[in-house]
């Protein structure tokens, strides 16, 4: 029997300022379709890139690609960027994080 065909929803944020948590929520509600009620904080982000169930747009993709620079939260070495960058660990979403050109 063929192997499935993953698909995937890649969101390039690259070139993006991405300084705090909330310009990550900011930049990544509209392309993952997050609903006005979203927690906005780590712990609601992992139940909706593992669980789903959240975002009818990450949900109907089997994995979530997500890439950022190298600057700002994804350069720094904080309890709130580690939470963040740790949320992407799972079969169903990758964080990609670029050296700035």
Same mark, same amino acid.
């Given at each position: 029997?063929?192997?499935?065909?993953?698909?995937?929803?890649?969101?390039?944020?690259?070139?993006?300022?991405?300084?705090?948590?909330? +310009?990550?929520? +900011?930049?990544?509600?509209?392309?993952?379709?997050?609903?006005?009620?979203?927690?906005?904080?780590?712990?609601?982000?992992?139940?909706? =890139?593992?669980?789903?169930?959240?975002?009818?747009? =990450?949900?109907?993709?089997?994995?979530?690609?997500?890439?950022?620079?190298?600057?700002?939260?994804?350069?720094?070495?904080?309890?709130?960027?580690?939470?963040?960058?740790?949320?992407?660990?799972?079969?169903?979403?990758?964080?990609?994080?670029?050296?700035?050109?």
């Amino acid at each position: 029997m063929p192997k499935k065909t993953e698909t995937e929803l890649e969101v390039d944020l690259r070139g993006r300022s991405i300084e705090t948590p909330d +310009d990550f929520w +900011d930049a990544i509600a509209g392309p993952c379709g997050l609903p006005e009620w979203f927690g906005r904080n780590t712990e609601a982000w992992r139940d909706t =890139i593992q669980t789903r169930g959240i975002s009818d747009v =990450i949900d109907s993709y089997d994995v979530l690609v997500v890439h950022v620079d190298k600057r700002g939260v994804f350069a720094a070495r904080n309890r709130e960027a580690r939470a963040l960058r740790s949320a992407f660990a799972g079969r169903q979403s990758r964080l990609i994080v670029h050296e700035p050109s």
